[in-house]
């Protein structure tokens, strides 16, 4: 069975030029994580509707790169019964600052933080490691998403 992606972005938001190819890239990812049967949304914004939300739901007053918010509800249709993983937003006003702050290029950064957001609504957490410029990441779900994005580094979804 395959998996359910729905992409969008703010209303009232330019869609980026590389919307289209976000899709194809997170279902190579579910695929090598082993997601099957689920069903997620991505929602790309600016900083201050992420902002509102970390505000909210984090009681973080500030913007930030990713959230992922678990749902775990199930369903069936005609196609089967489907996991409904829940929604990852990212913000694409943070994913420049970010790209220059790791020295690396907006597409990298931004796998990154589609796996990123996967992984957290695959159940894992990274508790209060994060990645760090120069080093290596020690924890589980840290280790495992730069296993993926090695494996998926010659995935271009924003053209430099």
């Known amino acids: 069975m395959a998996n359910r992606v729905f992409v969008s972005v703010q209303e009232k938001m330019d869609e980026p030029v590389w919307l289209c190819k976000v899709e194809p890239f997170v279902q190579k990812a579910l695929k090598r994580i082993g997601y099957d049967g689920e069903e ?3 929602l790309f ?9 970390n505000k909210n739901y984090r009681q973080i007053d500030s913007a930030t ?4 918010f678990e749902n775990g509800d199930e369903y069936e249709d005609e196609e089967g019964t489907w996991f409904c993983a829940g929604d990852i937003i990212i913000s694409v006003e943070t994913l420049p ?8 290029d907006e597409n990298s950064e931004l796998k990154r933080l589609l796996v990123h957001g996967l992984l957290h609504l695959n159940g894992m957490d990274h508790g ?13 779900m840290l280790v495992l998403q730069e296993q993926i994005l090695e494996e998926l580094k010659d995935e271009i979804l924003i053209a430099k």
């Open 40 to 42: 997620l949304s991505l």
């Open 128 to 140: 209060d490691e994060h990645i760090e410029k120069g080093v290596a990441p020690e924890g589980e």
């Open 65 to 68: 790169d990713v959230l992922s």
């Open 45 to 53: 914004c600016d900083d201050a509707f992420i902002q509102e939300l």
């Open 97 to 104: 600052k970010n790209a220059a702050y790791f020295e690396v």
